[in-house]
């Protein structure tokens, strides 16, 4: 019923850019904020950016700091994230997550998030 979709990814060059895109179905919800991680093959899923709707800070990891930028809009519940010069250690699978709740491990950990979406391929080649 109420789902994020993730879209946009694909296949890029090194150094190249893209943009993700998560947008909400279904009932609409509130959250505290929304975020995205990305998880590679053999790897466990690791935090990217998360953006807080009340200030609108945003936060990020530090290999994607300067590189990366999430935006979004949190009345439709939409978030976006603008890859630029992506390395292929950028490749896989991302996931959109939203923060419904103001308990876990806040805006950097998994557990600060209650909702995923299905994740979506980014494929960096050299």
């Known amino acids: 019923q109420v789902q994020l979709v993730e879209s946009g990814g694909g296949l890029v060059q090194a150094g190249g850019s893209l943009r993700l895109s998560c947008a909400a179905s279904g009932r609409t919800f509130s959250t505290y904020g929304m975020g995205w991680f990305r998880q590679a093959p053999g790897k466990e899923r690791e935090f990217v950016a998360a953006?807080?709707?009340?200030?609108?800070?945003?936060y990020y990891a530090d290999s994607v700091k300067g590189l990366f930028t999430i935006s979004g809009d949190n009345a439709k519940n939409t978030v976006y994230l603008q890859m630029n010069s992506l390395k292929p250690e950028d490749t896989a699978v991302y996931y959109c997550a939203a923060r419904r709740i103001a308990s876990g491990g806040g805006y950097y950990a998994i557990s600060g998030y209650d909702l995923w979406g299905q994740g979506i391929q980014v494929t960096v080649s050299s």
């Open positions: 953006i807080k709707w009340s200030s609108r800070s945003t």
